[in-house]
């Protein structure tokens, strides 16, 4: 990828939704996940180091937070 001095933008995505890259090697991991190679390979979605930006737990209270009715 970077031997012919091309630029590419880099994105991750975890079932359709994109998720911040938080990594410290993003060229490597890159090729893994063309390649499909690494620790998640036999599912079919390649080696994707990502982390959630916000735990799960929290989006689905701050979700019910903004949908709550007072009254």
């Not at 490597?28 to 799960?56: D, H, M, N």
């Amino acid at each position: 990828m970077l031997e012919q001095r091309e630029v590419y933008k880099l994105q991750t995505v975890d079932h359709g939704q994109l998720v911040a890259y938080e990594g410290d090697r993003p060229v490597e991991t890159a090729k893994s996940g063309i390649l499909r190679v690494g620790s998640y390979s036999k599912y079919g979605f390649g080696e994707l180091r990502v982390k959630p930006v916000e735990p799960r737990s929290n989006q689905c209270q701050n979700s019910e937070k903004k949908t709550k009715v007072t009254g």
